[in-house]
DNA sequence: TATACTAATTATAACAATTATAAAGTAAGA
DNA sequence: TCTTACTTTATAATTGTTATAATTAGTATA
């Protein structure tokens, strides 16, 4: 599964003539293996074992061509900083108001909205986003009590 | 139509227990007038001629006031700063991709996703937010022309 | 395989949005 | 009017992100 997704992403880097660079090859393999929706500070310490010399410049330019080429989605929430997204298929985020665990679930109908949004406002529309914010399993039982 | 929900949102103010102080006053009166969406920065300047001498952290900390209260959301898309958007009915944005114009729609059904995703994560859902990205119609001369 | 060219990385500085702090000022109830 | 707690102001600090310039390293080509 991983494997297939950084196999695909390395021929999309080299088929878009962006060169493959241990740096590039790294960040890719963490964003695909993590299941953290990881900020760019994330990536950066998760790698700085093995790049000990690794600028985070280096972070933010290469999620900057990863974004350009579609292979990743930057996704900003109200806090600080934004989170990075490896762009399998489609699926939306839902957060946890409590901890801000970030879970994905599916949801194959939106296009609708988009016709009618592209009908009423006369836009062409190219995209959209949605988040669901709530409390999740773990958290509802602190919620809760009183 | 902006005295209504000027005189709600300081029902509201008052009703919270938050203070009515002048500032706020214009905040809220600019924030409900506006149909640009403004960023922090936008309020500052939009009123240092009414008040020269206030602060940018008592925008700031205003906004973060009224949030929690409800009568502001905060809209934070890939740029650099948020956007403040005065709390009406529901209704979500349509952004220009080309030159950053945001309009608002509304669409009804949006609740059927909330609880799906509910019922897939176990999340007790409170929320949730979506914006549609495109070309405006100024735009899309500009944008297909080759 | 060696060479050369171009792009990527690094280290650092700059920047811009936002928040924290402490002192001075003020809204609103007694 | 007086008082007190909340607000504002001015400023500094913080933090996420981007720009710069020098060094390093991929990759195509011979």
Not at 63 to 71: H, S
Not at 102 to 109: L, S
Not at 110 to 138: K, W
Request: charged share 20%.
């Amino acid at each position: 599964m991983t494997e297939m997704h950084l196999r695909d992403a390395l021929d999309t880097l080299k088929s878009t003539g962006v060169r493959i660079t241990p740096q590039r090859h790294a960040i890719l393999e963490f964003l695909i293996q993590s299941m953290i929706h990881p900020t760019a500070d994330d990536i950066y310490r998760a790698l700085e074992g093995k790049f000990p010399n690794m600028s985070v410049a280096t972070v933010y330019n290469n999620l900057r061509v990863f974004k350009e080429i579609g292979l990743v989605k930057e996704l900003t929430y109200g806090d600080s900083s934004s989170r990075f997204d490896f762009v399998t298929n489609d699926h939306y985020h839902i957060i946890c108001d409590s901890c801000g665990k970030i879970v994905d679930f599916h949801y194959p109908g939106l296009d609708e909205v988009e016709h009618l949004a592209s009908h009423v406002t006369g836009f062409q529309v190219n995209t959209h986003r949605m988040e669901i914010y709530g409390t999740c399993p773990t958290c509802i039982p602190q919620v809760t009590k009183v």
